[in-house]
């Protein structure tokens, strides 16, 4: 396998294959094999800005995991909490830009060719069912956190029955909004679905757009009402600036899970105007410091107020009847289901790459309906999750964010192991395996611990 000593020999201004005398002939046949996933998408492609771009991108980035970080913080201790925070979206920034600079040394335009590229068929495999699972966990978990965001269960319904009348909440329509069944199917086939249709993932931009203003929303109302919450639902105060907590790999899962988006970066990519390096890297440095910036006020906030008492959903510690955190409740539901559609298209994304076959509009509508209420049946009879996304989540968000571009990489350059570029990509494809492993044990010992709670049935 030819390789290459520097991401310097190709030119970032060029698109993601550049021209035709920057692929030597021992890329042939993987040229051939992308030509026809390129063709199908310029054929479909209608570029978009470095906006668009950062929209996606950021809602990616910004989306279930962020309300779980205070409780993250509180695991890792204070001050170990914050320095991974900002340690491991550092990290993020850099692995994301790599699968992009794996694409270029590999003269190829996916995430699973990289892995062809480097480690064969098995490579192949491994990311296509890495992608897969995360992607259909990040549906599932979409369309289920649409209404579950509240200790009670149900949050964009519990936000209605609030507003309405107990006479109009018990008849006819009211009664049909504030159940939950009915509004997950409203939520997802009329909002998720429509949207999930697009073959262009530039078009989600302004519905990205309204969900990172959503998430905004949530982080304010977080910050406004944690000082003013009552003195009951507040944590101790004894011990509260930790140096290290008990539970420090269990939060860097948290953390490493709330920053992935890695899945569909090569999406993001191909949908910019000039798709180069340059241009990649600006949208991934403004997204993530973004995403750093709303982390970092959500996690210290949050757990400030609550330290002890902090849960997995930090919106589950403020009262139920709180105004302004209903308001949070009911943009994290939106959120959710306007993000669910870029999970969509990755899942999508791996089915065609593995036919490699022509678009068929007819296989595109089937695929996508398909996937979109599975994962719409799945949040309608379940009221927990639970271990099965934080198993999956745990393999497959460590794997695809670190593990993999750490480790086409490492294989793509041919400096000596003890090159800085090397180096580096050894440490972070390590330091993926290790989480990984840690992630697995972890998960199967709640799951072994605490496994009457692990799958409860809705009320």
Same mark, same amino acid.
């Given at each position: 396998m030819p390789v290459i000593s520097s991401i310097d020999e190709i030119d970032v201004e060029l698109p993601l294959l550049g021209s035709e005398g920057a692929i030597g002939g021992d890329h042939a046949s993987h040229v051939e094999i992308s030509n026809l996933h390129r063709e199908a998408s310029s054929q479909r492609s209608v570029r978009s800005g470095l906006a668009a771009g950062i929209a996606n991108m950021s809602n990616s980035i910004i989306g279930a995991g962020i309300i779980g970080l205070p409780l993250a913080i509180a695991e890792a201790g204070f001050f170990t909490g914050i320095f991974l925070l900002v340690v491991l979206c550092g990290v993020t920034d850099w692995t994301i830009?790599? +699968? *992009?600079i794996n694409s270029k040394l590999s003269g190829t335009s996916s995430y699973m060719g990289i892995m062809e590229y480097c480690f064969g068929r098995p490579g192949q495999i491994a990311v296509s069912t890495f992608q897969f699972v995360f992607a259909c966990g990040g549906m599932a978990a979409c369309a289920y956190l649409t209404n579950v965001t509240s200790s009670t269960g149900d949050t964009i319904p519990h936000v209605l029955a609030s507003l309405l009348p107990q006479p109009v909440r018990e008849t006819g329509l009211g009664a049909m909004l504030v159940n939950r069944q009915f509004i997950i199917a409203l939520a997802i086939g009329g909002v998720a679905y429509p949207l999930s249709l697009y073959r262009d993932i530039s078009k989600l931009a302004k519905a990205s757009s309204l969900a990172v203003l959503s998430m905004l929303v949530i982080v304010l109302s977080v910050v406004i009402r944690g000082p003013q919450v009552d003195p009951e639902l507040k944590g101790s105060r004894a011990h509260v600036f930790t140096v290290i @907590?008990?539970? *420090?790999?269990? =939060?860097? @899962?948290?953390?490493?899970? =709330?920053? *992935?988006?890695?899945?569909?970066?090569?999406? +993001?990519? @191909?949908?910019?105007?000039?798709? $180069?390096?340059?241009?990649?890297? =600006? *949208?991934?440095?403004?997204? $993530?410091? $973004?995403?750093?910036?709303?982390?970092?006020?959500l996690s210290i906030s949050g757990y400030l107020v609550f330290t002890d008492k902090t849960q997995g959903n930090i919106l589950n510690c403020f009262d139920e009847d709180d105004a302004v955190i209903n308001v949070a409740r009911l943009c994290f539901g939106l959120n959710m289901f306007t993000t669910l559609p870029l999970e969509v298209f990755v899942c999508r994304e791996v089915i065609e790459n593995l036919l490699e076959r022509p678009f068929n509009y007819t296989r595109h509508w089937l695929v996508t309906t398909g996937l979109v209420f599975s994962a719409m049946l799945v949040s309608m009879t379940t009221c927990d999750l639970g271990i099965v996304l934080e198993l999956t989540g745990g393999l497959s968000a460590t794997a695809l964010a670190f593990l993999f571009p750490a480790a086409c990489y490492y294989s793509l350059l041919s400096e000596p192991w003890y090159g800085r570029r090397k180096l580096c990509a050894a440490a972070c494809t390590i330091f993926g395996i290790v989480v990984m492993v840690l992630s697995v044990i972890l998960a199967l010992q709640k799951l072994y611990t605490g496994a009457e709670t692990a799958n409860k049935a809705c009320s």
């Open positions: 830009r790599l +699968i *992009v @907590g008990p539970k *420090v790999f269990e =939060a860097i @899962g948290v953390i490493s899970f =709330a920053y *992935v988006c890695h899945h569909n970066s090569m999406l +993001i990519y @191909g949908s910019l105007e000039r798709p $180069t390096l340059d241009r990649f890297s =600006a *949208v991934t440095h403004i997204s $993530t410091l $973004t995403s750093l910036i709303c982390c970092l006020i």
